[in-house]
């Protein structure tokens, strides 16, 4: 088994990368307990959005361990898409939201933990950019 050097990241980037294995496996596992947040009129699930979930689950989860795993330049590029990733995510959660297409308090907390990522993506390419000891990896 492969081991990974462990190196001083900045907080920030292990918050976002707990959210994301969080998330991520909950879109992966348990997708229909999240659809139900969004459409919560229609049972089943639609199959679409089932797949939909799990894709997305499991890109989050692999983006997640991404910033467990990655050193140097790469994690400062992972942290540094995060902030598109993110700040897309938290654009799609707000339209939503504004434009009625799902129930307000899922518009709202969706809005909020996407933009809480974008903050922490934000925060961390900037740590990480100025951390000399990061830059020598």
């Known amino acids: ?7 001083n990241r900045p907080v920030s980037v292990y918050a976002l990368a707990g959210i994301r294995l969080f998330n991520g496996a909950a879109g992966l ?11 919560p009129d229609r049972d089943p699930p639609s199959p679409a959005a089932v797949y939909a ?6 890109r ?3 983006l997640g361990l991404d ?16 902030i598109l ?3 897309s995510d938290t654009a799609t959660a707000a339209t939503l ?5 799902v129930p307000p308090r899922t518009a709202f907390l969706t809005t909020l933990i996407s933009a ?3 903050a922490l993506a934000i925060s961390a390419t900037a740590s990480l950019a100025n951390s000399p000891e990061d830059k020598s990896k």
């Open 1 to 7: 088994m492969a081991t990974v050097a462990v190196s």
């Open 29 to 39: 596992l348990a997708p229909e307990m999240l659809i139900r947040r969004f459409d």
């Open 53 to 58: 979930f799990r894709l997305f689950g499991i």
């Open 60 to 62: 989050t989860v692999l």
């Open 67 to 82: 910033l467990l795993t990655h050193s140097g330049a790469r994690l400062r590029d992972d942290v540094s898409e995060g």
């Open 85 to 87: 990733i993110h700040g």
């Open 97 to 101: 939201g504004l434009h009625g297409q």
């Open 116 to 118: 809480v990522n974008t």
